[in-house]
């Protein structure tokens, strides 16, 4: 893709690019989406940023946004593409080591899809809690080890150190006394929604045989995102639901192509079939004849 738009980044199963389509896009934007109102006019620290469209996103709302990657190509492309933008700097850093940034210089930490790619999680969650302000929230997002590779069976080559629930939870609870953890799934649903009413919500799982109905989103998350604070005031800005989707309905969209796509295949097989059928019809009347 590079090689025809330098304004993309190249897509090496990595680092997210806004160019990916369907479910990645979906998880991707939807973190930050989450985070967009607790950036207002707060001062964000975006900790492996990557491409850089995250950080963009949230400039739009906070005082400040710095995102830091490792990669110099990486927040070079950063720069090119998103730095005109107001609020947003990008610097080349390790999230393991960010010293040189100030104690509590920051109101709202992100760091997406970060931990898996690192084996020294201790040190970069200690050096967030440095960097966070008291009143502070950091959000930080990772696969669950047992659904995202124990039970799909697949192997993340760019995961070098992947967690558990329990795992993550209680790397969080040394260093943040106070964490609500959510689960993130991409999930085909029938929503009702009160056009009028944001403030609460429910939710139906019908089991697999359709026997039962049970209240909740019964269902293992891919992914977990934790807002973690020092105060619990400091989390009660946050949802206990969010949604997220795209007016073009892009998931939905290749859904139905792909469904329309298998239904007209089947029609044309069943044609062929029909004239197959009518051809050996033919040729066993002719071999009749001949007898």
Same mark, same amino acid.
């Given at each position: 893709m590079s090689d025809t738009n330098p304004s993309v980044l190249e897509f090496t199963g990595e680092r997210f690019t806004p160019e990916c389509v369907r479910e990645i896009?979906?998880?991707?934007?939807?973190?930050?989406?989450?985070?967009?109102?607790?950036? !207002?006019?707060?001062? #964000?620290?975006?900790?492996?940023?990557?491409?850089?469209?995250?950080?963009?996103?949230?400039?739009?709302?906070?005082a400040s946004v710095l995102g830091v990657d490792i990669s110099d190509t990486t927040v070079a492309h950063a720069r090119a593409r998103y730095g005109t933008r107001e609020r947003v700097h990008f610097a080349q850093g390790d999230c393991t080591a960010l010293d040189a940034l100030p104690d509590a210089g920051f109101d709202l930490i992100v760091s997406f899809e970060t931990l898996e790619h690192l084996h020294d999680h201790e040190r970069m969650?200690?050096?967030?809690? !440095?960097?966070?302000?008291?009143?502070?929230?950091?959000?930080?997002?990772?696969?669950?080890? !047992?659904?995202?590779?124990?039970?799909?069976? =697949?192997?993340?080559?760019?995961? #070098?150190?992947?967690?558990?629930?329990?795992?993550?939870?209680?790397?969080?609870s040394v260093r943040f006394p106070h964490h609500r953890l959510f689960g993130q799934k991409l999930l085909f649903a029938s929503v009702l929604w009160d056009e009028r009413r944001t403030d609460t919500w429910a939710a139906t799982t019908m089991s697999a045989d359709a026997s039962a =109905?049970?209240?909740?989103?019964?269902?293992?998350?891919?992914?977990? #995102?934790?807002?973690? =604070?020092?105060?619990?005031? =400091?989390?009660?800005?946050?949802?206990?639901?969010?949604?997220?989707?795209?007016?073009?309905?892009?998931?939905?969209?290749?859904?139905?192509?792909?469904?329309?796509?298998?239904?007209?295949?089947?029609?044309?097989?069943?044609?062929?079939?029909?004239?197959?059928?009518?051809?050996?019809?033919?040729?066993?009347?002719?071999?009749?004849q001949r007898v």
């Open positions: 896009w979906y998880e991707h934007w939807h973190r930050y989406a989450f985070a967009l109102p607790l950036a !207002r006019g707060r001062r #964000v620290l975006d900790a492996a940023c990557g491409e850089g469209y995250g950080s963009a996103l949230l400039a739009g709302e906070a969650l200690d050096g967030f809690a !440095r960097l966070l302000a008291d009143d502070g929230i950091l959000l930080i997002s990772t696969p669950d080890k !047992r659904t995202y590779t124990d039970l799909s069976g =697949a192997t993340n080559e760019h995961h #070098v150190r992947e967690l558990y629930r329990d795992e993550f939870e209680s790397l969080l =109905a049970a209240d909740g989103l019964r269902y293992a998350p891919l992914y977990y #995102v934790a807002a973690c =604070a020092r105060t619990a005031q =400091a989390l009660d800005a946050l949802p206990s639901l969010s949604l997220f989707g795209d007016a073009a309905q892009s998931v939905y969209s290749h859904y139905d192509h792909e469904i329309r796509k298998n239904i007209a295949a089947g029609h044309r097989i069943a044609e062929l079939e029909q004239q197959l059928e009518a051809e050996r019809a033919r040729r066993l009347a002719l071999e009749q």
